[in-house]
């Protein structure tokens, strides 16, 4: 037997994923949209796991899952998760055009498309990390662009690896939609979500799902992750 | 064909594209077909949601609700909407991937149980894409460290405690007083870079085949 130089998965940083206890409806969500955070974060959110992250192994779910054409995400996961602020850039010593509201750019900030695709990474890692077969599972979101009317993926969970994050029984496909960002999501991405998924659930057994994650501000260290379950 | 395996389908094609297979991902999403049936009321589905969100532009919530209600009075369900959907996609990217035909693709090297591209960014530089069959389930993660070990190299590896990742996942580094290699497996993707001191162009296939082979559970090979 090889013993590998390098063991354990303590030194990896780790997320946290919850699951919000009660079912979301639809036709009730309209009241959680006004301060669904709050009531997210407020209620008793159930522990599910920590999830050692693995940059290299997030970057081949980024490449074969992810909408946009970033790499490097194990890379920029480990930036965005530890809030590293790249230093302020240089600027010249003149200043800009009088009155012309132009500043010098001295800071970068962080990108909304990288957020994105780090979530849909990670979604990907967690399904695969629970058992879900993950060849069966479709990123649909290119076809937003021909009818808008899918949510981010398709989850043909035949070996029902994902019962204990579902209450009941639930149909298959499941419907899941992902938001992430490097601070508290908003409310109209959150109403973005809830609407997707309004489109495509129509039975009582069919089952969409929402996976947030996000911090509780820029410079928190850590990302933290909800799954939330919707019904009609 | 039903939706999941369209979906599967799909990431077939996703895998060879990302190959450079430019001509089998074309062939595959060529292959998605679906009945008559299917296709007229995937075409009503994108009228009467055209429809809608004209209507009610700018109200998400009345779109959402009213497209769902008028799908249900007529009778389209999801599984019509979803393959509709993929085949369009599909269609569209097949059409697209012709347009690519010009360009240089790497050759593609087919084996019983895989098939690779090499691509060079130096002359001392090659990354290796290597696409493993359905037949192979997992990776021998032993047999290679034992392998890369009689070709000579210190190994590292780095184990996941993840257990339904740890027969699919593998990553590894390995280098000798000449060559540095990284490895890279989720199955069924893997990805090799190879650096080396000096020129091995005309080694680099045997070796590659070599460090493949080693990962594969098959007895019967």
């Known amino acids: ?232 | 064909m039903s939706v999941n395996e369209i979906i599967q389908k799909l990431n077939e094609a996703y895998d060879n594209l990302w190959l450079g297979a430019i001509d089998t991902a074309r062939d595959i999403l060529s292959s998605i077909e679906l009945s008559e049936k299917t296709l007229r009321k995937y075409e009503d589905v994108k009228r009467l949601y055209k429809e809608i969100k004209e209507k009610y532009r700018g109200n998400d919530t009345l779109i959402a609700d009213r497209f769902r209600e008028a799908t249900n009075n007529r009778e389209i369900n999801m599984e019509y909407i979803i393959s509709g959907s993929i085949h369009e996609y599909a269609k569209m990217l097949a059409n697209k991937l012709k347009l690519v035909i010009e360009i240089k693709e790497p050759s593609i090297i087919t084996k019983k149980y895989y098939k690779y591209s090499i691509s060079k960014y130096l002359e001392t530089k090659y990354e290796v894409r290597i696409l493993f069959n359905n037949s192979v389930k997992e990776i021998n993660e032993q047999k290679l460290l034992q392998k890369l070990k009689n070709m000579n190299f210190r190994v590292e590896s780095v184990p996941v405690d993840i257990e339904s990742l740890k027969s699919h996942y593998l990553y590894i580094s390995a280098f000798s007083s000449l060559y540095f290699i990284e490895l890279i497996a989720l199955l069924p993707r893997a990805v090799i870079i190879f650096s080396f001191a000096k020129s091995e162009r005309e080694r680099i296939q045997q070796i590659c085949e070599e460090v493949i082979d080693s990962m594969l559970t098959l007895d019967n090979r």
């Open chain 1, 1 to 232: 037997m090889i013993t590998p130089i390098i063991s354990g998965s303590s030194n990896y940083p780790k997320i946290d994923i919850y699951r919000y206890p009660s079912v979301i409806s639809l036709t009730s969500c309209y009241t959680y949209y006004r301060n669904f955070l709050n009531c997210i974060l407020n209620s008793n959110i159930i522990h599910i796991k920590s999830l050692p992250i693995y940059p290299y192994i997030l970057e081949q779910y980024n490449i074969r899952y992810a909408e946009k054409w970033i790499t490097r995400i194990d890379d920029n996961f480990l930036n965005y998760n530890l809030a590293t602020m790249p230093p302020s850039l240089h600027i010249p010593q003149s200043s800009p055009p009088k009155n012309s509201r132009i500043t010098y750019l001295t800071i970068k900030s962080f990108s909304g498309d990288v957020s994105g695709i780090i979530a849909e990474s990670i979604f990907i890692y967690f399904l695969h990390s629970i058992g879900v077969n993950i060849n069966l599972v479709g990123h649909i979101r290119p076809l937003k662009k021909i009818g808008g009317f899918l949510p981010d993926f398709l989850i043909y969970d035949k070996k029902y690896a994902m019962r204990n994050l579902i209450s009941g029984n639930y149909n298959l496909p499941i419907y899941a939609e992902v938001k992430g960002s490097i601070r508290i999501i908003n409310k109209y991405r959150w109403y973005k979500a809830i609407t997707q998924l309004a489109k495509v659930l129509r039975q009582k057994n069919d089952c969409g799902i929402i996976f947030l994650i996000f911090k509780y501000s820029t410079y928190n260290f850590t990302y933290k992750a909800v799954v939330i379950e919707v019904r009609i």
